[in-house]
């Protein structure tokens, strides 16, 4: 196949995919109508989640900024200049595109995925019959294992999970249910589609995907875990890492440390 003919294939698949979401959407906004309009009521008298889960004040829809602002009136979390790591290994080159038009890394995947037993919530996570749409949100999460890339795979937050094989790569369009963190596929785009404003966690991404997380761990990798946020040290514990719009998220065990690696998400539609 001719590279344009590939690219044309794989435009096709993008779109298609983003249509089939679009419409999931439209089903969920239908279905969770009035559940939205007594969530919105709530927020408006002040019931607003913090990082913890518990109640916050000050409550800002679209989680703030990747500049490290959080939702719920959060503290902005605390960074450090990367000069204070040394020296770092150049970013590998980005992987191939994968149907949400975001890099594949080329490594295997940290982790499988595991699911709470009868779609159970998780750290007051619940696993909702559609996707929720009264706070969405993206981030994008990279691995690095000893300076080896490894993928965040496909489905996690997704139990039952279904396949939709695409040019660009499986995407996973629906499931039995939806945990309010969830990824579709294999880049690393963790979506945050919540019916409560508030700031969720890396942490708690970590424990709907069954895998531990702490300062000397990260799923079944053990070694020093740093972390590096939107270009810079995040100074803390990893779990502490909030998850905010359009996030980029470094988590690195072991050594060679590996300078920042980021995505576009310009044409992504997230």
Same mark, same amino acid.
């Given at each position: 196949?001719?590279?344009? /003919?590939?690219?044309? =294939?794989?435009? *096709?698949? !993008?779109?298609?995919? *983003?249509?089939?979401?679009?419409? *999931?959407?439209?089903?969920? *906004? +239908?279905?969770i109508g009035? &559940?939205?309009?007594?969530?919105?009521?709530?927020?408006?008298?002040?019931?607003?989640?913090?990082?913890?889960?518990?109640?916050? =004040?000050?409550?800002?829809?679209?989680?703030?900024?990747?500049?490290?602002?959080?939702?719920?009136?959060?503290?902005?979390?605390?960074?450090?200049?990367?000069?204070?790591?040394?020296?770092?290994?150049?970013?590998?080159?980005? &992987? $191939? +595109?994968?149907?949400?038009?975001?890099? %594949? $890394?080329?490594?295997?995947?940290?982790?499988?995925?595991?699911?709470?037993?009868?779609?159970?919530?998780?750290?007051?996570?619940?696993? /909702?019959?559609?996707?929720?749409?009264?706070?969405?949100?993206?981030?994008?999460?990279?691995?690095?294992? #000893?300076?080896?890339?490894r993928q965040?795979?496909?489905?996690?937050?997704?139990?039952?999970?279904?396949?939709?094989?695409?040019?660009?790569? @499986?995407? !996973?369009?629906?499931?039995?249910?939806?945990?309010? +963190?969830?990824?579709?596929?294999?880049?690393?785009?963790?979506?945050?589609?919540? $019916?409560?404003?508030?700031?969720?966690?890396?942490?708690?991404?970590?424990?709907?995907?069954?895998? $531990?997380?702490?300062?000397? %761990?990260?799923?079944?990798?053990?070694?020093?875990? @740093?972390?590096?946020?939107?270009?810079?040290?995040?100074?803390? #514990?990893?779990?502490?890492?909030?998850?905010?719009?359009h996030a980029?998220?470094?988590?690195?065990?072991?050594?060679?440390?590996?300078?920042?690696?980021? !995505?576009?998400?310009?044409?992504?539609?997230?």
């Open positions: 196949m001719s590279d344009k /003919s590939s690219r044309e =294939s794989r435009k *096709r698949a !993008i779109e298609a995919a *983003r249509k089939a979401e679009a419409r *999931r959407r439209r089903r969920t *906004r +239908l279905a009035g &559940g939205a309009v007594v969530a919105a009521a709530a927020i408006a008298v002040g019931v607003t989640l913090g990082v913890s889960g518990g109640p916050a =004040s000050g409550g800002t829809a679209g989680g703030g900024t990747a500049g490290g602002g959080t939702a719920g009136g959060g503290t902005a979390p605390k960074l450090a200049s990367l000069s204070t790591l040394g020296t770092l290994q150049a970013a590998p080159a980005a &992987g $191939p +595109l994968g149907p949400e038009a975001v890099p %594949v $890394p080329a490594g295997t995947a940290l982790a499988g995925t595991t699911v709470a037993a009868g779609a159970q919530p998780v750290d007051g996570i619940s696993c /909702s019959a559609g996707e929720q749409t009264l706070f969405h949100i993206h981030a994008h999460l990279t691995i690095f294992v #000893n300076g080896v890339a965040v795979p496909a489905a996690i937050g997704i139990p039952g999970g279904v396949a939709q094989n695409t040019a660009s790569g @499986t995407f !996973i369009g629906s499931g039995t249910c939806f945990y309010w +963190l969830h990824t579709h596929a294999a880049d690393g785009i963790v979506h945050i589609e919540s $019916p409560a404003v508030r700031t969720f966690t890396l942490g708690e991404f970590f424990d709907e995907w069954g895998q $531990p997380l702490g300062s000397s %761990v990260a799923g079944p990798a053990h070694g020093h875990v @740093t972390v590096l946020y939107n270009g810079k040290v995040f100074e803390g #514990n990893p779990r502490d890492v909030p998850l905010t719009a980029q998220i470094q988590l690195e065990v072991g050594t060679p440390l590996v300078a920042p690696e980021s !995505i576009s998400w310009a044409g992504t539609g997230l």
